[in-house]
């Protein structure tokens, strides 16, 4: 059974950090490009940034040179480190393994508010 489970949601200030951490189980990890989702309140969900097995990045241009993402595959997880949050980064933040399938987590809470 795959299981994708996020950590590390929260209630953070505008300006602060957070570090988001997810941890797969059921899937050859390696094999999977991991990616890093999120949905607003009222809004589509959109891919954050993504990293392939081969450690290539990208990011969407709203959070280009304030998150990063990366991957341990020996520990098959996958962290979003995010700087610089503003109130517009308010969203479910879902983790994702795709290969021949999708698979998704539950998605944890991350509020920028004041």
């Known amino acids: 059974q795959v299981q994708l489970v996020e950590s590390g949601g929260g209630l953070v200030q505008p300006g602060g950090s957070r570090r988001l951490s997810c941890a797969a189980s059921g899937i050859i990890f390696s094999f999977h490009v991991m990616g890093w989702y999120r949905q607003a309140p009222g809004k589509e969900r959109e891919l954050v940034a993504r990293i392939t097995t081969g450690g290539i990045t990208n990011y969407v241009d709203s959070v280009k040179g304030r998150f990063t993402i990366s991957r341990d595959n020996a520990k098959s997880t996958v962290d979003l480190q995010m700087n610089s949050l503003k109130p517009e980064d308010t969203a479910v933040y879902y983790c994702?393994?795709?290969?021949?399938?999708?698979?998704w987590g539950k998605g944890t809470l991350v509020t920028v508010s004041s």
């Open positions: 994702n393994a795709e290969k021949l399938e999708s698979y």
